[in-house]
């Protein structure tokens, strides 16, 4: 008699389960965008949670939660019931760059399943127009006579802007002033409205300002031009040879999360990043689409993996002071 109530419950339990599953979603999902709205991130989370919505039947929204690199808001997912209704968008910053920088409370890989890859982008080093530089070179040479180091909008310390900034000074040897913002749209508008100096920028965020003349653009951190800029040079054709830096960026759910929920929000983005005029959007801001056989949870677990053992030595050498 026993036996038969324990294998009565277990068998609930486990419909329960699946019987969730079938059912999800049945209620708006939310996506916790750790960068304030009007940045690259936040343009990304809302262009894939339009399309994504058709193929689950609710609607997707973006709650932005700032601060601290976007550790703050990568918490936020970490703790949520692990039931598919908070995912967590992030990138090599948030998800690589901040656990070598950052005492985070929770570790990037244990407390969280991937679900996708999402697209990636080169940066861009741009500059407020009053800087009197036309080149990379004369950029280079202006930065290194200046008495006191010039300022370097970021989205906060573990920021991809911040990385960056880091690889830049690397690259160079020049010394910048890092300038944090609760994400790169905020700082893109003090650049265009000349109170900081520079950013090195991701190209989806800045693309639309140097087309409108607002700001100035010196050169695409990767071997190869963006096409949808094809007058902006390569940091190899301008003189900065092998500085090379891809910001990628991805989806996350809590640890926890059933894997058929993950797979039904793997499956909506994919659907998403398949859709002609989402890859249009995507594209025209200078984004390129994941590689299809990278499309799986496992693929973008295994990616984020593999970035973190890039980045951290550098990372953890540049020896960055949070407050
Ligand atoms: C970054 O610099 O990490 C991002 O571009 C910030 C953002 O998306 O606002």
């Given amino acids: 008699m026993r036996n038969t109530i324990l294998a009565a419950l277990t068998a609930l339990l486990l419909l329960g389960g699946s019987a969730s599953a079938e059912k999800f979603p049945a209620r708006p999902i939310t996506i916790v965008v750790p960068f304030s709205a009007g940045g690259p991130s936040?343009?990304?989370a809302r262009i894939l949670a339009e399309r994504m919505k058709t193929s689950l039947g609710e609607a997707l929204l973006i709650e932005n939660v700032t601060g601290?690199?976007?550790s703050i808001g990568v918490g936020r997912v970490v703790h949520a019931a692990a039931d598919g209704y908070t995912i967590g968008f992030g990138h090599l910053g948030t998800h690589v760059a901040n656990g070598a920088i950052y005492k985070l409370g929770y570790d990037l890989v244990a407390d969280l399943e991937p679900v996708v890859l999402l697209p990636s982008n080169p940066m861009i080093i741009v500059s407020k127009n009053a800087v009197p530089a036309k080149t990379l070179p004369e950029l280079l040479a202006w930065l290194k006579a200046r008495p006191q180091p010039a300022t370097a909008g970021t989205a906060g310390?573990?920021?991809g802007s911040h990385i960056a900034g880091l690889a830049f000074e690397n690259a160079t040897g020049i010394k910048l002033q890092y300038v944090p913002y609760r994400g790169t749209g905020p700082a893109l508008n003090d650049l265009v409205a000349g109170q900081i100096d520079i950013i090195v920028d991701q190209t989806s965020n800045s693309i639309n300002q140097v087309r409108a003349g607002t700001i100035r653009a010196y050169a695409i951190t990767d071997a190869k031009r963006v096409p949808q800029a094809p007058d902006i040079p390569t940091t190899d054709e301008a003189g900065l040879s092998g500085f090379h830096m891809t910001l990628?960026?991805?989806l996350w759910a809590p640890k926890g999360t059933?894997?058929?929920?993950v797979a039904k929000i793997?499956?909506?983005a994919v659907e998403?990043?398949?859709d002609p005029v989402v890859v249009k959007q995507l594209e025209n801001l200078g984004l390129q689409m994941p590689p299809k056989d990278q499309s799986t949870p496992e693929a973008l677990g295994a990616w984020q993996k593999a970035e973190i053992a890039?980045?951290?030595p550098m990372i953890k050498a540049a020896n960055v002071k949070v407050d």
């Fill in 157 to 159: 310390a573990g920021s």
């Fill in 248 to 250: 990628w960026s991805g």
């Fill in 310 to 312: 890039k980045w951290w």
């Fill in 68 to 70: 601290a690199g976007g």
């Fill in 272 to 274: 998403a990043l398949n």
């Fill in 258 to 261: 059933p894997q058929e929920i």
């Fill in 42 to 44: 936040d343009a990304m």
């Fill in 266 to 268: 793997n499956a909506a």
